[in-house]
């Protein structure tokens, strides 16, 4: 199985700053299978980017993947309030499809 | 656009079962593989199960195969997870969520808030 390393661990950022987070493959992912989720505590994760760089429909342009075969990029342009959040990547290229252990992103 | 809501969790003493239901609405889920998630408490997300379409495959994550068995009704919209032999690591929120195909590997478009399964003594 694919493992997906995330890092850093933890992001402390202040709003209005830009976001990086990495998500780095244990082999390359076929085809740049790669899906990032965003996951409010109590809340239904919700698709972001898929295909390593395609933003799912009605999600704001600030958010950006790209990145291929084993290092991928999750960028936040500008944060908003609401992107204090943990984020997950998933690589569907390989079954079983697998989740790195995800980044949180926190108010600094 | 579809909504999933999910239900049946609960409390439960390890090694007895429980069955879990995912309910869809908005949008016809037949024609899409299903998949159960779960979250364990202070965790990330582990995937665990898949149905195809129209039922006739299923795969499981290993920590699982042989004690889960997912099943799905397309005349009501809705999936299950039978859960049996349950252990204190099955501890853990239970979500589900639609492949962007009809098979089971591909991204997961649309989840649910997920049902808290807690088993313990």
């Given at each position: 199985?694919?493992?997906?390393?995330?890092?850093?661990?933890?992001?402390?950022?202040?709003?209005?700053?830009?976001?990086?987070?990495?998500?780095?493959?244990?082999?390359?992912?076929?085809?740049?299978?790669?899906?990032?989720?965003?996951?409010?505590?109590?809340?239904?994760?919700?698709?972001?980017?898929?295909?390593?760089?395609?933003?799912?429909?009605?999600?704001?342009?600030?958010?950006?993947?790209?990145?291929?075969?084993?290092?991928?990029?999750?960028?936040?342009?500008?944060?908003?309030?609401?992107?204090?959040?943990?984020?997950?990547?998933?690589?569907?290229?390989?079954?079983?499809?697998?989740?790195?252990?995800?980044?949180?992103?926190?108010?600094? | 656009?579809?909504?999933?809501?999910?239900?049946?969790?609960?409390?439960?003493?390890?090694?007895?079962?429980?069955?879990?239901?995912?309910?869809?609405?908005?949008?016809?889920?037949?024609?899409?593989?299903?998949?159960?998630v779960r979250q364990?408490?202070?965790?990330?997300?582990?995937?665990?199960?898949?149905?195809?379409?129209?039922?006739?495959?299923?795969?499981?994550?290993?920590?699982?195969?042989?004690?889960?068995?997912?099943?799905?009704?397309?005349?009501?919209?809705?999936?299950?997870?039978?859960?049996?032999?349950?252990?204190?690591?099955?501890?853990?929120?239970?979500y589900c969520a639609?492949?962007?195909?009809?098979?089971?590997?591909?991204?997961?478009?649309?989840?649910?808030?997920?049902?808290?399964?807690?088993?313990?003594?």
């Amino acid at each position: 199985e694919i493992v997906l390393t995330q890092s850093p661990g933890t992001l402390s950022l202040s709003p209005g700053e830009r976001a990086t987070l990495s998500c780095r493959a244990s082999q390359s992912v076929s085809s740049n299978y790669l899906a990032w989720y965003q996951h409010r505590p109590g809340q239904a994760p919700r698709l972001l980017i898929y295909g390593a760089s395609s933003r799912a429909a009605g999600i704001p342009d600030r958010f950006s993947g790209s990145g291929s075969g084993t290092d991928f990029t999750l960028t936040i342009s500008r944060l908003e309030p609401e992107d204090f959040v943990v984020y997950y990547c998933q690589q569907y290229g390989r079954s079983p499809g697998t989740f790195g252990q995800g980044t949180k992103v926190e108010i600094k | 656009q579809v909504q999933l809501v999910e239900s049946g969790g609960g409390v439960v003493q390890p090694g007895r079962s429980l069955r879990l239901s995912c309910a869809a609405s908005g949008s016809r889920i037949s024609g899409y593989g299903m998949h159960w998630v779960r979250q364990a408490p202070g965790k990330g997300l582990e995937w665990v199960a898949v149905i195809y379409y129209d039922g006739r495959n299923q795969f499981y994550a290993d920590s699982v195969k042989g004690r889960f068995t997912i099943s799905r009704d397309n005349s009501k919209n809705t999936v299950y997870l039978q859960m049996d032999s349950l252990r204190a690591e099955d501890t853990a929120v239970y979500y589900c969520a639609t492949d962007h195909g009809a098979g089971g590997w591909n991204y997961f478009e649309h989840w649910g808030q997920g049902t808290l399964v807690t088993v313990s003594s």
